[in-house]
């Protein structure tokens, strides 16, 4: 699995050119999280970039056993950009993970799912690329703190932006600046206390790479935000979403606050979801376009949103794959747990944007995934569920418009599917339900083993075995 010479060579004129100094390698445990390590660049050449760098793979989540921890960091030179934040001049590389035995891509590198996806979608003829465009929700705190002991659990959260600072005293007067309880969307300065601090973040997301198309204050009246960027491809855009964290995080940091992705972080306000806009291309055609259909949707795209809706129990263990997670999936606060689609309707799984018969602009948008997730698996597993749906031509339940709380009261409403109730719920689907993630190599089996097995031994039994804050209020003194 070698690399480019050219751009490997392209990467160290810049280097001498440029005059940087330290080369910041970057990838993804299993779950997401980020990690790096960081390479003067004296000692990078292109024995850097074609046979890479040892590293102990029993140390990142998700990888490999103690007694076969050796794995190898390829870095990838398409994806090199200069890294903002560091004081010394560096550039940043996203990297593959390799198996030394054979020097073979390493089965649960989640960003070698994403380009098996990718490859795959070619192989079978249905398109060229598919396309994707999250648009990732955050919340900006003041001050957070939170412990976990035996005899304490507790978590601590606030903002000056607020609905309940509007009494606040301090330091300095408060202006009475901000907005009531879930009624921030769109809110104009002053009110929207972060407007230049988004902006700033667009600037340095268009330093790195990544094209933003509009920031604006969301719902939640505590700081909730989004960063909308371009579409692009599938491989490309899990790496701007990871960027786009990255990036987010640091310049907020920066600024003295904190940030978070988490999909559920306040009660009685709305959460923060991942929508995933996409979209099939063939010879630069629009394969999810036809005139005058539901939305402008062709068949081709009512199949692939009935692969979705068909995998959903299984994708929210991958695309909501917190217990936090369900606190946002209920219903209310627009909670897209409903598996059907609509063109107006917040609350379906899948929206069909309004695109006013615009072939550029036809897309869906699968609404159940959160940040928390993966998104180089994410968007592999979103799109073997679509792939299922067109291979196996699944027609989806027919679209609802009208209120869906009301009319789940309905005899028809009551035998519609809704997302799973807890992340227990959705790790046992996926179990029932993965062999659609494997078509092709995509997802192995101990990749989908290895995140049911710990889901379950980390993080659900993490939470099933600890009092709740909430039940002390409601059985102290029984």
């Not at 000056?160 to 300095?172: R, V």
Request: charged share 25%; proline share 6%; hydrophobic share 35%.
């Amino acid at each position: 699995m070698s690399k480019e010479p050219s751009s490997t060579r392209k990467i160290l004129q810049r280097i001498k050119d440029e005059e940087i100094r330290f080369l910041d390698l970057k990838f993804v445990d299993l779950f997401g999280q980020l990690q790096h390590l960081t390479m003067p660049t004296e000692v990078v050449d292109e024995g850097t970039f074609r046979r890479g760098l040892n590293f102990d793979g029993s140390s990142v989540r998700g990888f490999q056993k103690i007694s076969e921890s050796d794995m190898i960091l390829l870095p990838d030179p398409s994806s090199v950009f200069l890294d903002p934040f560091f004081d010394d001049k560096a550039l940043s590389v996203f990297c593959d993970i390799i198996d030394p035995n054979g020097f073979q891509p390493y089965s649960r590198d989640p960003r070698g799912v994403a380009r098996k996806a990718q490859r795959l979608i070619q192989s079978l003829g249905i398109a060229d690329d598919a396309f994707f465009g999250p648009e990732i929700e955050f919340f900006i705190f003041d001050d957070v703190r939170f412990g976990q002991e035996t005899q304490q659990g507790y978590y601590f959260l606030n903002s000056d932006a607020a609905f309940w600072s509007t009494g606040k005293e301090g330091g300095k007067p408060n202006l009475g600046h901000q907005a009531a309880q879930k009624h921030a969307y769109f809110a104009a300065p002053p009110v929207d206390q972060y407007n230049n601090l988004r902006s700033k973040i667009s600037n340095v997301l268009k330093d790195t790479g990544i094209q933003t198309e509009l920031h604006h204050h969301e719902v939640g009246a505590a700081g909730q935000c989004e960063i909308g960027f371009q579409f692009g491809p599938l491989l490309h855009q899990a790496d701007a979403a990871i960027k786009y964290k990255f990036v987010v995080r640091n310049v907020v940091a920066r600024y003295g606050k904190s940030v978070t992705f988490m999909p559920k972080p306040l009660l009685h306000e709305n959460g923060s979801g991942m929508h995933v806009n996409m979209s099939l291309s063939q010879g630069g055609k629009n394969l999810f376009f036809s005139s005058g259909g539901y939305g402008d949707l062709s068949e081709l795209a009512l199949n692939y949103i009935g692969g979705i809706l068909a995998h959903a129990p299984a994708l929210c263990a991958i695309c909501s794959p917190t217990t936090n997670s369900y606190r946002r999936l209920v219903p209310g606060y627009e909670a897209p747990m409903n598996l059907l689609y609509s063109m107006r309707n917040r609350s379906a799984c899948v929206r069909v944007p309004l695109s006013s018969g615009n072939p550029k602009t036809t897309r869906i948008e699968f609404r159940t995934p959160d940040g928390a997730g993966n998104p180089y698996l994410t968007f592999a597993a979103i799109l073997m569920a679509g792939l299922d749906g067109i291979r196996k031509g699944i027609t989806p339940p027919e679209p609802v418009d009208q209120d869906l709380y009301a009319w789940a009261e309905t005899e028809a409403g009551r035998s519609i599917g809704r997302t799973p109730a807890s992340l227990e719920e959705a790790i046992d689907a996926l179990e029932g339900d993965h062999e659609f993630l494997k078509e092709g190599g995509v997802f192995t089996q101990d990749l989908i083993e290895t995140w049911i097995d710990l889901k379950r031994r980390d993080e659900i039994d993490y939470i099933r075995l600890r009092p709740h804050p909430g039940e002390f209020s409601l059985y102290y003194n029984v």
